[in-house]
């Protein structure tokens, strides 16, 4: 006797069928990595010999008796909070300046954008010549007009600043989405702007910002995260001012110069891969998620994040 279904219950795994793509995507690479990690995070594993219970012992671990977690927080967070400001402070100008271009704005905009395009590792390469405190042409100009250059990567005063220029470089990607959000902005409201007798910063406070908002938000954001997960550009850029070479088998302590370039991402890659330490690996890992997720939730909140109540 074939099974018949009630309306309710077939609509029911009509949607299911529909949603059934986004569910096996977040089950498979969300809920399932994430539980994971934290049962590892209780685990004692080494990739070799199966897992063995042990309590909080990887997080006594991390949070006191690691060394180089602190530092490595302090830098990450450094590198969030200053990072994130500047980008989108220069992707914003920058995206007012191409679009006040009168002529030539497809060659600014390219101009702008091509740096971001470059592949990370080959970007930090040129990058930390051009600082070389010795050779570099930077060092060379500033010596020319009087001004006696930093040694950038290799200070560590200067290592996290550099780091930043490093980001300031690649802004094209916000460039364009300002650019984007900057052109959809109603004409109609700078026409009764005008009318009323905004000026130019008028017109921004009033007019362009709240229309931008959602954007600004969306950068602010999605910058927290990634930078959150910053380690290409500051270990090859480590690696590289040391003078160290990079080649097969080589293990390199990350962090040049004093630690000031190691982040919590380089840590985590250290304990779990080099040191086979997978529980304190994981342990990283949640605490990198919980900060990320937290810093998401107070942005997102209305009225006290960047998005106002009507949005």
Known sequence: MALTLSRPARRRLRTLGFLSPWLIGFSAFFAYPLLATVYFSFMHYNQIKAPTFVGLRNWKYVFQDMPLFGPALWNTLWLVVITVALRVVFGLSLGLLVTKIKTGVGFFRTAFYLPYLAPPVAATVAFVFLLNPGTGPVNEVLSKIGIDGPNWFND???????LVMLSLWGIGDLMVIFMAALLDVPKEQYEAADLDGAGAWGKFRYVTWPSITPIVMF????????TMQYYTQALVAGKIASGVSIGPGSVIQPGYPDHSTLTVPQLVYSMGFQNFNTGAACVLSLVLFAIAMAVTMLLMRKRSGLLSAED
């Open 156 to 162: 560590a005063a200067w290592a996290k600043p550099s």
């Open 219 to 226: 950068a602010v954001v999605t910058g927290v995260v990634q």
